[in-house]
């Protein structure tokens, strides 16, 4: 700043040198201290004393700024005693400026002891703010009127009108707030604070949720399990449409269908398709842990001589229609299926077995037909079998049973013999057993037959009777003989 370019118009008044020596002294000995505003201020303040005003700080570019409370401004030059609302009718005759703060052009000081700026001179409270006469208003909670004169302001407590409410219902509490349109009367509000409310939300089950909601008028909420719409099975959800286990004979679905009971949706299942069909001989078991039964076998399926295929029972017994002497059975041997062919073989009629008997002078020949058969099959011994066919042998055949009449003795001549072993070998056959081990068996062989005298016995009437039954069942006894070989 160019001092003396400034302050020339004081020149004339006031001499320079030595503020402009101190100013320098206090910018370089004194760099720190801010000491250079104030030599110009003192040289200022001297020439106004003089009557020359001189706005020095606007050129110090801020560095010796003045600042002024809200509503003053800065002047350098201004009267040393302000005009104010008491004194505006007074004649000032002191005509001395000095540099200060004053009241916007168009105002004044309200009085020397209220440093207030006002545009109409009415009354000033102790807010410190400008009323005019009349004007009503409030402060400190009381209801003020400005009047005019003497009077001042007056003022009368603030009434309020709003009626302090209750606070009803669980989780609502009272509140006091500042009343935006009347900061001296409190409002009085309940207030909602969810923290106070005692229900807790509950534990679902499985396939609900926990809704909520706040009824209109409430604080706290009410809660409710409400469905998620899925399936439940075995502590698990499943969403519709998702495949659910349930066993594995069925295949199950959780379905978009609700249960109107349960709430929850349903769960389909269709079980698993199986094979009814089974060949014939073989009927369908269920099976335990299975979801489809097994095609078991339930009677005997056996080969016949021209391969067709023959379906016994158990117990069951034919002959091959082709071949009588040709026995088909079926044996139940513990659980376990066993078909058996029995072969029923004679030997070749001989007629040195015929011998001629006499009575009464008249010859006559019967047969001694003694027959030792050959049988092939199986033995089964306690749910054992034999590996192969074994050979077996039986007696059986006519032995010269008679009745003849005598005329000697005038009386019928009866003669009986039977068909019985002459000799017989013992023979050891290996059974197989079903756990898989093996057993040596011991049979009885038949090597010769013969007939044996026998007491004959007067029949019965009713076995007189049955006697053309008995030679009706004579070949049907023969096929169970062959067939109790198999199931001894």
């Given at each position: 700043?160019?001092?003396?370019?400034?302050?020339?118009?004081?020149?004339?008044f006031?001499?320079?040198?030595k503020?402009?020596?101190?100013?320098?002294?206090d910018?370089?000995?004194?760099p720190n201290l801010?000491?250079?505003?104030?030599?110009?201020?003192?040289?200022?303040?001297?020439?106004?004393?003089?009557?020359?005003?001189?706005?020095?700080?606007?050129?110090?570019?801020?560095?010796?700024?003045h600042?002024?409370?809200?509503?003053?401004?800065y002047?350098?030059?201004?009267?040393?005693?302000?005009?104010?609302?008491?004194?505006?009718?007074?004649?000032?005759?002191?005509?001395?400026?000095?540099?200060g703060?004053?009241?916007?052009?168009?105002?004044?000081?309200?009085d020397?002891g209220?440093?207030?700026?006002?545009?109409?001179?009415?009354?000033?409270?102790?807010?410190?703010?400008?009323?005019?006469?009349?004007?009503?208003?409030?402060?400190?909670c009381?209801?003020?009127?400005?009047?005019?004169?003497?009077?001042?302001?007056?003022?009368?407590?603030?009434?309020?009108?709003?009626?302090?409410?209750?606070?009803?219902?669980?989780?609502?509490?009272?509140?006091?707030?500042?009343?935006?349109?009347?900061?001296?009367c409190?409002?009085?509000?309940?207030?909602c604070?969810?923290?106070l409310c005692?229900a807790?939300?509950?534990?679902?089950?499985?396939?609900?949720?926990?809704?909520?909601?706040i009824p209109?008028?409430?604080c706290?909420?009410?809660?409710?399990?409400?469905?998620?719409?899925?399936c439940?099975?075995?502590?698990?959800?499943?969403?519709?449409?998702s495949?659910?286990?349930?066993?594995?004979?069925?295949?199950?679905?959780?379905?978009?269908?609700?249960?109107?009971?349960?709430q929850?949706?349903?769960?389909?299942?269709?079980?698993?398709?199986c094979?009814?069909?089974?060949?014939p001989?073989?009927e369908?078991?269920?099976v335990?842990?299975?979801?489809?039964g097994?095609?078991?076998?339930?009677?005997?399926i056996?080969?016949?001589s021209?391969?067709?295929?023959?379906i016994?029972?158990?117990?069951?017994?034919?002959?091959?229609?082709?071949n009588?002497?040709?026995?088909?059975?079926?044996?139940?041997?513990?659980?376990?299926?066993?078909?058996?062919?029995?072969e029923?073989?004679?030997?070749?009629?001989?007629e040195?077995?015929?011998k001629?008997?006499?009575k009464?002078?008249?010859?006559?020949?019967?047969?001694?037909h003694r027959?030792?058969?050959?049988?092939?099959?199986?033995i089964?011994?306690?749910?054992?079998?034999?590996?192969?066919?074994?050979d077996?042998?039986?007696?059986?055949?006519?032995?010269?049973?008679?009745?003849?009449?005598s005329a000697?003795?005038?009386?019928?001549?009866?003669?009986?013999?039977?068909?019985?072993e002459t000799?017989?070998?013992?023979?050891?056959?290996?059974?197989?057993?079903?756990?898989?081990h093996?057993?040596?068996?011991?049979y009885?062989?038949?090597?010769?037959c013969?007939?044996?005298?026998?007491?004959?016995?007067?029949?019965?009437?009713n076995?007189?009777?049955n006697?053309e039954?008995?030679?009706?069942?004579?070949?049907?006894?023969?096929?169970?003989?062959?067939?109790?070989?198999?199931?001894?």
């Open positions: 700043m160019d001092f003396l370019c400034v302050f020339k118009p004081c020149h004339a006031v001499q320079p040198e503020y402009y020596a101190a100013c320098v002294f910018s370089c000995v004194l801010d000491l250079e505003c104030s030599s110009l201020q003192i040289y200022a303040a001297t020439c106004a004393d003089q009557g020359a005003c001189i706005d020095w700080r606007k050129h110090t570019n801020g560095v010796c700024s600042e002024c409370p809200p509503g003053k401004e002047r350098a030059c201004g009267p040393i005693k302000e005009t104010t609302c008491k004194s505006r009718g007074q004649n000032e005759t002191s005509t001395k400026q000095v540099e703060c004053f009241c916007p052009n168009g105002t004044m000081l309200y020397s209220v440093d207030v700026c006002v545009k109409t001179c009415g009354c000033v409270g102790v807010d410190m703010v400008s009323r005019e006469f009349g004007e009503k208003f409030t402060v400190d009381k209801d003020c009127i400005c009047l005019e004169g003497e009077h001042g302001i007056v003022c009368e407590p603030h009434v309020c009108h709003q009626k302090k409410v209750t606070c009803e219902g669980e989780g609502f509490y009272e509140v006091t707030e500042v009343n935006p349109k009347d900061s001296c409190p409002l009085f509000t309940c207030k604070n969810t923290s005692t807790k939300a509950p534990k679902c089950s499985l396939g609900f949720e926990v809704h909520s909601y209109s008028g409430q706290c909420p009410v809660y409710q399990c409400v469905p998620k719409g899925v439940v099975h075995e502590n698990a959800e499943f969403l519709p449409n495949s659910v286990f349930v066993d594995k004979c069925q295949n199950c679905v959780c379905t978009n269908d609700v249960n109107v009971s349960t929850l949706n349903i769960i389909s299942c269709e079980r698993v398709p094979n009814t069909y089974c060949q001989g073989y369908l078991k269920p335990k842990g299975e979801c489809c097994k095609c078991v076998q339930t009677k005997c056996i080969k016949t021209d391969n067709s295929e023959l016994l029972s158990p117990g069951d017994f034919k002959n091959d229609p082709h009588n002497c040709t026995i088909y059975s079926c044996v139940d041997v513990h659980d376990q299926l066993i078909a058996s062919t029995s029923i073989t004679c030997p070749a009629f001989n040195d077995s015929c001629p008997v006499s009464n002078g008249k010859f006559t020949l019967y047969s001694i027959l030792l058969n050959f049988i092939s099959d199986f089964v011994y306690n749910g054992c079998r034999s590996v192969d066919r074994v077996m042998t039986e007696c059986e055949g006519t032995c010269g049973t008679f009745s003849l009449y000697e003795a005038n009386s019928m001549d009866h003669s009986c013999s039977c068909c019985r000799s017989t070998t013992e023979k050891y056959v290996v059974l197989k057993c079903p756990g898989g093996a057993v040596s068996h011991k009885i062989y038949v090597e010769s013969s007939c044996q005298d026998t007491e004959c016995q007067r029949p019965e009437s076995e007189l009777q006697n039954v008995n030679e009706k069942t004579t070949a049907l006894n023969r096929i169970k003989r062959a067939i109790s070989l198999t199931s001894k």
